[in-house]
Structures are given as C-alpha cells and as structure tokens.
C-alpha cells in the first residue's frame, strides 16, 4: 500500500519546486519561428481586385440589399393587411373607404379575386 495519500493530506499544498517547474518560461523577444519578412495574420494573400471583378462584387452586394429590402416590404405588408382587412370586418365605414380604394387601385383579374370578399 503506499502512502502517498496520506502525504496528500498531510501537506495539500505543492511545494515550491512543483509551482515553478510547472509554468514555462517567458523568452525574450521575437517568438520562435517568426521572421521578419512573415505575412501579417488576417491579411490576405491575393491579388488586387480587377475592375470588372469590383463590379461584379458590388453587383452581388446590391442585389442581396436589395431582396432583404423587398423582405421587410413584405413582412411590413403582411402585418398591416391584416390589420386593414381585421378593421374593415370590424368597421362597416372603414370597409366601404378600403373598398372604394382597393377597387380604384387593384386592375388584375386575379387579384380582384382574391379581395373579392371586401370589394362587396
């Protein structure tokens, strides 16, 4: 059996030796394996951007505004259709205005379909 746990509870804190061969030594300088003439960390390694391909960049960015933008527009026209439609059920002045709008403004055969309920 050996006594090594007994010494554990004996002395629970290491000894002095143990803590400073423990941690490494701090060098001085310059890390190992870095030069003077290494790449800078983040910096990427290409050429410059052509023209067309800064267009083409560019192009890409714009049209990934733009659908975000057309997403808002929809979400923003989802929440306030159903506002409009739950007012016009609920008030009999507020459906005739919508309705007199709507059938000014909505052309489209399908589309009149589909708002026939508050054209009536």
Excluded at 20 to 48: E, I, M, Q
């Amino acid at each position: 059996m050996s006594d090594a746990p007994d010494r554990q509870a004996e002395n629970p804190a290491p000894d002095a030796f143990e803590l400073t061969s423990a941690a490494p030594k701090k060098r001085r300088g310059r890390p190992l394996g870095s030069k003077a003439g290494a790449k800078v960390a983040g910096r990427a390694d290409r050429r410059p951007e052509t023209p067309q391909q800064r267009r083409e960049r560019l192009r890409a960015e714009l049209q990934k505004v733009e659908e975000e933008i057309t997403a808002a527009d929809d979400a923003m026209a989802l929440i306030v259709g159903k506002r409009a439609i739950a007012k016009a059920r609920a008030n009999p002045d507020y459906r005739r205005q919508l309705a007199a709008e709507l059938d000014a403004d909505v052309k489209s055969k399908a589309e009149r379909a589909a708002i026939a309920e508050l054209l009536s």
